[in-house]
């Protein structure tokens, strides 16, 4: 069965210094793969997105992933973190051939401190 | 151009009560799904609609139901509500044709009470 995992449940991070939040999947089909950000009591916005081409993937606000098909993750990283990049972050995958379903893991709560 | 809107935004039933959400999908997208997201929670799919039938169902009981209409847009029933249906039901759409990008309204709150 398809599965999502996010290994860290919490990542608190200082402001300005660099941040990774981790997702593994699992599946024996092609896949498309998104980080999505939730800010409080909102619902989800696209960061970026993995469909097809290079690996190495930029999104908005200035979060970037990589898709590694050999270790079957998709980690997301930015640079320099800000206060305001505090949110839950949800890595998402869906499948060639099923692509109107999204499984989700479990989320990933970014603290972004001063 | 209007993203993804859901109504109402928050709700409180009583158990037992039946509720209905609505959602019109992004310009442009003729796929709608619904998802559940419980407190603390990562979203749950229930299912989704295009050309106004329901194609895939997640693993929700029957009191889940769903509609789409002509003009693409969406509603969610659920029956019979329980205590643990609280949560914030996302409606999210994808583009016609061979779009692989899934869009999230804002949500709407239900509390259960």
């Known amino acids: 069965a398809q599965s999502v995992t996010q290994l860290d449940s919490q990542v608190p991070v200082f402001e300005e210094a660099p941040v990774e939040l981790r997702c593994n999947y699992s599946s024996s089909v092609s896949v498309y793969l998104f980080w999505y950000v939730q800010y409080p009591n909102q619902g989800l916005q696209l960061l970026l997105k993995?469909?097809?081409?290079?690996?190495l993937v930029k999104g908005i606000n200035g979060f970037e992933a990589e898709f590694n098909k050999s270790q079957t993750s998709f980690h997301l990283r930015k640079p320099s973190v800000h206060i305001s990049d505090t949110a839950e972050y949800f890595c998402?995958?869906?499948?060639?051939?099923?692509?109107?379903?999204?499984?989700f893991g479990q989320g990933t709560t970014l603290q972004v401190k001063p | 151009d209007a993203g993804v809107t859901q109504s109402p935004t928050h709700l409180i039933k009583t158990r037992g009560q039946q509720v209905t959400l609505r959602c019109s999908p992004k310009?442009?997208?003729?796929?709608v799904s619904w998802y559940q997201q419980a407190l603390g929670q990562g979203p749950q799919f229930i299912f989704q609609y295009y050309e106004e039938e329901e194609r895939q169902r997640g693993n929700f009981p029957d009191r889940f139901s769903g509609h789409q209409f002509p003009n693409y847009s969406s509603e969610l029933n659920v029956n019979a509500l329980l205590l643990g249906d609280s949560a914030l039901y996302l409606c999210?759409?994808?583009?016609?044709?061979?779009?692989?990008?899934?869009?999230f309204g804002e949500g709407s709150w239900l509390t259960v009470v």
């Open positions: 310009s442009g997208h003729d796929t």
């Open positions: 993995y469909l097809s081409g290079s690996t």
């Open positions: 999210a759409s994808k583009p016609r044709g061979s779009g692989n990008t899934i869009y």
């Open positions: 998402a995958v869906t499948f060639s051939g099923n692509t109107g379903k999204l499984i």
